[in-house]
């Protein structure tokens, strides 16, 4: 059974740093791409950043140069660190991972991040 789990999340002040984890269980996650997602309240969950099976990352415009996506495939894991964080990263952000071969994906819980003075 595929199973992704967030952690991590949590409150920073702007400008602060959080690391985010994701560790996966019943994939064999070296084949699977792998994406960050966040959903702010009444808002459309969107796309924050990616790595491929080939360790190649992807970013939002809107972290670009501030977030760092990164993978272990070793521990099954993939983090994503989050630096100068500014309040608009508040958000739930979930894991997302993609089969390379099936097209079939898969999401975590999602973990809270709030950014607050």
């Known amino acids: 059974q595929v199973q992704l789990v967030e952690s991590g999340g949590g409150w920073a002040q702007p400008g602060g740093s959080l690391r985010l984890s994701c560790a996966a269980s019943g994939i064999t996650f070296s084949i699977f791409n792998m994406a960050w997602f966040r959903q702010a309240p009444g808002k459309e969950r969107e796309y924050v950043a990616s790595?491929?099976?080939?360790?190649?990352?992807s970013y939002a415009d809107s972290v670009t140069g501030r977030f760092d996506i990164y993978r272990d495939n070793a521990k099954n894991t993939v983090y994503l660190q989050m630096n100068n964080l500014k309040p608009e990263d508040t958000a739930i952000y979930y894991c997302?991972?993609?089969?390379?071969?099936?097209?079939?994906?898969?999401w975590g819980q999602g973990t809270q991040v709030t950014v607050s003075s």
């Open positions: 997302k991972e993609t089969d390379v071969y099936s097209g079939v994906v898969g």
């Open positions: 790595i491929t099976h080939g360790f190649m990352p």
